[in-house]
């Protein structure tokens, strides 16, 4: 048994250089692994084979071989389509990541850099991703290129396949003064609120008709789940931001008020300059 998950995530990554040294790869926030495979960047989330592995007496190194040639299958038949626009279009989602997520590759050549990266909190990014069933593969400039396609067509895709499914956001009372929401999806995110921050403030009012309109307190603890508490009420958020600190090893953002103009003005210039 291994006995925490870092440990777990180590094994992981030695059982990666081992089988696929021509993979590169590097822990990353929230439990996963960073992989670039022939110059497309991609993750792996750990939760599930972690699970397995404790729950299963099978050979937790055999669980992680099959694990991995399932991921490496899954490479190369993404490696096949994904320069088929039409093909993966209904894959593309918007996903919520820390914005140092992929910091290096700012650093390389225009072509390993993301295509899309809007910051939208102090610590917060949205990306452009194609979701593979098992991860997700974070779309460069030269995936981008090879489309031959305008950025408001893969921004109108992603927005729109992500708010699908996401549909059916699962949302819970903290008392009388907070709300809890959070994806109900496999690789879920919140993005949809964030990229659009009417959807945040319809979401509350449908909720917690009887709160004032502003303002509120808003945390992103980890991608998939936002919390919400009334002006006064932080206490709720720090509360929650600290139980999120402690399971995922830090707390992605600050609170800040859903007031959130901001989003829209650096939304704006973007289209601008991709235009």
Not at 249 to 258: C, E, H, I, V
């Amino acid at each position: 048994m291994i006995a925490t998950k870092e440990k777990f995530r180590q094994k992981v990554i030695q059982s990666i250089l081992a089988k696929y040294p021509e993979w590169q790869v590097e822990p990353k926030d929230e439990f996963a692994i960073s992989v670039k495979v022939s110059g497309m960047p991609g993750c792996i989330n750990l939760d599930n084979i972690y699970h397995q592995v404790q729950l299963k007496r099978v050979p937790k190194q055999d669980l992680i071989q099959d694990f991995l040639a399932e991921f490496a299958k899954a490479i190369k038949n993404t490696e096949n389509s994904l320069n088929n626009f039409d093909a993966i279009r209904h894959k593309i989602f918007l996903v919520v990541r820390p914005t140092d997520f992929y910091g290096d590759e700012i650093a390389d050549n225009h072509d390993g850099q993301l295509a899309f990266i809007l910051p939208v909190l102090p610590d917060l990014a949205l990306y452009w991703a194609v979701d593979t069933g098992k991860s997700y593969y974070y779309i460069s400039n030269s995936l981008f290129s090879s489309w031959k396609v305008r950025s408001d067509e893969v921004m109108w895709w992603a927005c729109k396949n992500t708010c699908e499914a996401e549909g059916g956001a699962n949302i819970r009372g903290i008392g009388d003064d907070g709300l809890l929401i959070f994806a109900t999806r496999k690789m879920g995110t919140i993005s949809p609120l964030l990229f659009k921050p009417r959807y945040l403030q319809m979401l509350i009012h449908s909720t917690r008709p009887d709160w004032p309109e502003q303002p509120y307190l808003v945390c992103i603890p980890v991608p998939d789940q936002i919390i919400i508490a009334r002006e006064g009420h932080d206490k709720i958020v720090k509360e929650f931001s600290l139980i999120a600190q402690e399971r995922y090893g830090k707390a992605l953002s600050d609170t800040y008020s859903p007031k959130i103009s901001l989003l829209r003005k650096l939304y704006i210039n973007l289209v601008k300059r991709n235009l």
